[in-house]
């Protein structure tokens, strides 16, 4: 099992946020367990371009990987400010640096996020989960 970073925000969906105590701007990935259930990831697309207002829940991307294809849901809502061409170019780096290179986009946003679970509740759903 991989580590789980304390200081991410996490979804139901396996994606994660960072920079939510930094202010109204976010940062959002797929986590490491939802990369090693994928297996080796072959395409990365994140639909909305930059200035798309996006909402929390809604279809965004999708990951595609030598074993299926998998959506990529917002995890908050807000305007995407910045798409990760790096991992467009080299989708591998979501298995080799989920939590660092391999992030997706970047939101600024409006509201107030809901429905995000802390590391441990994360933990908690993916020691559940096969």
């Not at 969906?13 to 202010?23: K, Q, R, T």
């Not at 200035?51 to 294809?69: C, H, L, Q």
């Not at 910045?82 to 986009?105: C, K, R, T």
Request: charge should be negative; hydrophobic fraction near 40%; aromatic fraction near 6%.
């Amino acid at each position: 099992m991989s580590t789980i970073p304390e200081d991410l925000s996490y979804t139901k969906e396996h994606e994660w946020v960072a920079g939510l105590d930094d202010g109204l701007t976010v940062t959002v990935g797929i986590t490491a367990y939802a990369a090693e259930q994928l297996g080796d990831v072959v395409y990365v697309e994140v639909h909305p371009e930059v200035g798309s207002t996006i909402t929390a829940g809604d279809a965004v991307g999708e990951v595609e990987s030598t074993k299926s294809v998998s959506d990529i849901f917002a995890p908050v809502s807000g305007e995407i400010v910045e798409i990760n061409q790096a991992v467009a170019d080299e989708p591998s780096l979501i298995n080799s640096d989920p939590y660092g290179e391999g992030w997706l986009f970047r939101v600024r946003v409006e509201g107030e996020p809901e429905d995000l679970l802390s590391a441990a509740e994360y933990a908690a759903l993916t020691s559940g989960e096969s």
